[in-house]
């Protein structure tokens, strides 16, 4: 599997109490090539775990690779933030949409559904995403 990971992906997949780890754990062992991040998403992921070794270690281990460089995207991140002012994102989300649209054959590893149906990539494509499933 080839995917994009959204930082409440990796944040699951390290943090044995997350209510959504056994569902992260499950995806990654499907992993075959390092999932696509950003430093966004890294540097929250390090901050909602506490703990920037484990973040880095999850790029030293194969788990995600730093595919992307908000530098070479500033123009078409400015105008998805002002696409999408009225909902507030994140840098890290803006990040994964546009990698979605540089990555259009990989799905985004999210556990959060509600912003990336909101979001589009291409202004008008769906985004593909992989959640945990809703009970």
């Given at each position: 599997m080839?995917?994009?990971?959204d930082?409440?992906?990796?944040?699951?997949?390290?943090?044995?109490?997350?209510?959504h780890?056994n569902w992260?754990?499950?995806?990654?062992a499907g992993?075959?090539?390092?999932?696509?991040?950003c430093?966004?998403?890294l540097?929250?992921?390090a901050?909602?775990?506490?703990s920037?070794?484990?973040a880095?270690?999850?790029?030293?281990e194969?788990?995600?690779a730093?595919?992307?460089d908000?530098?070479?995207?500033?123009?078409?991140?400015a105008?998805?933030?002002?696409?999408?002012?009225d909902?507030?994102?994140?840098?890290a989300?803006?990040?994964l949409?546009?990698?979605?649209?540089?990555?259009?054959k990989?799905s985004v590893?999210?556990?959060?559904?509600?912003d990336f149906q909101?979001y589009?990539?291409?202004?008008r494509?769906?985004?593909?995403?992989l959640?945990?499933?809703e009970?």
């Open positions: 080839k995917g994009i990971a930082t409440g992906f990796l944040v699951a997949f390290a943090n044995a109490n997350d209510k780890h992260a754990t499950q995806l990654a992993v075959t090539d390092p999932l696509l991040t430093e966004a998403v540097a929250e992921t901050f909602q775990l506490e920037t070794a484990v880095l270690a999850m790029i030293n194969g788990l995600v730093l595919t992307f908000s530098r070479e995207h500033l123009i078409q991140l105008r998805l933030a002002d696409r999408y002012a909902h507030k994102p994140n840098l989300d803006l990040c949409v546009r990698m979605s649209e540089l990555f259009p990989h590893l999210t556990t959060d559904r509600t909101v589009r990539r291409n202004k494509e769906a985004i593909p995403i959640c945990p499933p009970h």
